[in-house]
């Protein structure tokens, strides 16, 4: 199976910050990574596809990078409503694999 | 507009058994591949089990392999997981999950989720 590692667990931030969170995967998975947001009591929402592609309706503060073990998720200035928890998941093959979160967290 | 609504969740006692539905609205259900995805309460998402869309292959997690049993009826438009022997580390909110058609194993579409507690 493909373990997919996420750093930081948390990060505490303030409106305006920039936020970097990143995604190892055990083994290359060429461009075949998403990440997904998600809020407490909801379901996760698809930000980023492809590593690199932004799903439609999703802020372009939003942006993604890397490609093979190694990938980025980048919120160029947080807002309010992104303080929640973020997941990356590698679309390369079964079984379908999460890294394990990082919770943005207001400063 | 595509919707997916969970229903079946519970409390439930180790070893017992349950059963799942997720209706799905809003899009050519037949035609999309379909999963169920776990989140212990306090913890990261679990991917659990895979459809496609005639059923034809499906996968498991090696966590439910043998106790779980995902299925389909797309007369109804619904998904199912039928689920045997449970578990306390069973306990966890379902999704259902519209697997992308054109952007790879990717989870487009989720639905609220419904809560499985194991518990005697």
Not at chain 1, 72 to 97: G, H, K, M, V
Not at chain 2, 67 to 75: E, H, L
Not at chain 2, 79 to 102: I, K, P
Request: hydrophobic share 35%; proline share 4%.
């Amino acid at each position: 199976d493909i373990q997919m590692t996420q750093s930081p667990s948390s990060v505490s931030a303030s409106v305006g910050d920039r936020v970097t969170i990143s995604c190892r995967a055990s083994q290359g998975i060429s461009s075949w990574l998403a990440w997904y947001q998600q809020k407490p009591g909801k379901a996760p929402k698809l930000l980023i596809y492809a590593a690199s592609s932004l799903q439609s309706g999703v802020p372009s503060r939003f942006s993604g990078s890397g490609s093979g073990t190694d990938f980025t998720l980048t919120i160029s200035s947080l807002q309010p409503e992104d303080f929640a928890t973020y997941y990356c998941q590698q679309a390369n093959r079964f079984p379908l694999t999460f890294g394990g979160g990082t919770k943005v967290e207001i400063k | 507009e595509v919707q997916l609504v969970e229903s079946g969740g519970g409390l439930v006692q180790p070893g017992g058994s349950l059963r799942l539905s997720c209706a799905a609205s809003g899009f050519m259900f037949s035609s999309y591949e379909m999963n169920w995805v776990r989140q212990a309460p306090g913890k990261g998402l679990e991917w659990v089990s895979y459809i496609s869309g005639s059923a034809s292959t499906i996968y498991y997690a090696d966590s439910v392999r043998g106790r779980f049993t995902i299925s389909r009826d797309n007369a109804k438009n619904s998904l199912y997981l039928h689920m045997n022997s449970l578990r306390a580390e069973d306990t966890a909110v379902y999704f259902c999950a519209r697997l992308s058609m054109v952007r790879g194993l990717i989870f487009d579409y989720w639905g609220q989720g419904t809560l499985v507690t194991v518990s005697s």
